[in-house]
Structures are given as structure tokens and as C-alpha cells.
């Protein structure tokens, strides 16, 4: 059943990979974007912890887990540029 | 116990699944730059938070547990506000004139605009563009 389940996630999150790739594709203002990159990150680290379970290891978990923090670290360094022009001041 | 303990795992992936789903589809539908701020934020803490909550538990029923999923919903737990303000900074910054908003209620000017000498430049680029007619709040 779990297999059945996780056949299902695989879609739904794959499916919101796509959506939120085509707000990064279309959409109308920077904002838009920085905000389809941020949720492009959280749907990788959910599709990651997935496939985790599916292939019954604990080996993508660090990768799930950098993934994170690096989609973190590059939305506020985007919206920073964006606010001031300048990352590290 | 191991129906049980398998219907809870799946039923954990596909609360995660179709709230992740959701976000993304309300990323795409919805009409204004706030609303959409709106829709991801979910996707962040429950969706992915579920996902995790499964993987957890199925570590610990089926093989040997292990808790470090938990440091995955700690930080993104931690870190979706933080994103979440400076996405909302970013549209109130690039969607309003500075002179259309209303005074703050204790500095001189909104932090948003606050960059001292650059304000000047902000302000004016953001002149340039015509203003809009996005309303702060």
C-alpha cells in the first residue's frame, strides 16, 4: 500500500514541480519568481525524502537537507538583491 | 499492527503529496503577488512536513529509527517565515510608489524604503516605473 502511495506522491509532487516551474517561467514580477524558486527547493527536498522511502535508505537524507538550506540561503540572498541592490553590506 | 501502521504511513504521504500539490496549484492560479505568497507557505510547513513525519515513521516501524528528519522540519519550520517576509518585502517594494503609502506610525519612512542614501534611488526608479495600484496591507 505504501508502494501505492508513494506511486501517487511521486505524481502529485512531480506535477507541482511543473506548476511551480511555469510561475517561474511566466511570472510577472521578480517577487513571482524568487517565489516559484523557493517552492521549486521545498518540492525538491519533498520529492527527495520520498524517493528516500521508496528506495529504503537513509542516504538522501543529507541531500534532502542541503537542498534546504540552500534554497534558504539563495531566496533571502534574491530578495535581498532585489530590496537594496546589494547582498553583503 | 502492520495494516495499521502501513495505512498511517500512506495516509502521511498523501496528506503531504496533495498538500504540496495544492500550494503549487494555488502558486499558478491565484491572481495577486500577496495571494500567491500565500499558497507555498502550506506546501513549506505541512506538505513537507507530512512528507517527513512519514519518512520518520517508517523508519522507526520497519527499520531501524532514526529521528534526523526532525532537523529538516526544524529549519524549514524555522526559515518559511523568514523567506516569507522578505518575498512580501520584495512585492511591496517593487508593486508600490513610495508616495502612495500611508505615513508609518513611528519611523520616517517604511523599512522596505529605508536604505538611506540608495532610498533616493529606489524611490525615484520606483517613480519611473509609474507607480501601481497594488494597496499596501
Known amino acids: 500500500m505504501i508502494t501505492y502511495a508513494l506511486y501517487f506522491a511521486f505524481t502529485a509532487v512531480g506535477l507541482s514541480l511543473l506548476l511551480a516551474m511555469w510561475r517561474l517561467l511566466i511570472g510577472p514580477d521578480v517577487g513571482d519568481r ?20 521508496y528506495a529504503q535508505t537513509q542516504t538522501y537524507f543529507e541531500a534532502a537537507l542541503l537542498i534546504a538550506m540552500l534554497g534558504f540561503v539563495s531566496t533571502v540572498a534574491y530578495a535581498r538583491f532585489v530590496l537594496r541592490r546589494d547582498v553583503i553590506e | 499492527m502492520s495494516a495499521a501502521a502501513e495505512i498511517f504511513v500512506s495516509a502521511l504521504i498523501v496528506i503531504g503529496a496533495v498538500f504540496t500539490l495544492v500550494g503549487s496549484w494555488g502558486l499558478v492560479k491565484l491572481d ?52 516569507a517576509m522578505l518575498i512580501a518585502k520584495v512585492a511591496i517594494f517593487r508593486r508600490t510608489n513610495v ?39
Open chain 1, 34 to 53: 524568487v517565489l516559484a524558486l523557493d517552492t521549486l527547493a521545498i518540492n525538491a527536498v519533498a520529492l527527495i525524502v520520498l524517493y528516500g522511502i
Open chain 2, 99 to 137: 508616495q502612495e503609502l500611508p505615513p508609518p506610525p513611528t519611523d520616517t519612512t517604511w523599512a522596505t524604503h529605508d536604505t538611506g542614501e540608495r532610498a533616493i534611488k529606489s524611490s525615484s526608479a520606483s517613480e519611473n516605473r509609474g507607480g501601481n495600484t497594488a494597496t499596501p496591507g
Open chain 2, 32 to 83: 495577486a503577488p500577496m495571494s500567491r505568497l500565500h499558497a507555498p507557505t502550506k506546501a513549506g510547513t505541512l506538505g513537507v512536513g507530512s512528507v517527513l513525519m512519514a519518512s520518520m515513521c517508517y523508519a522507526f516501524i520497519w527499520r531501524d529509527g532514526s529521528a534526523h528528519e526532525l532537523l529538516i522540519t526544524a529549519f524549514l519550520f524555522v526559515t518559511a517565515p523568514v523567506s
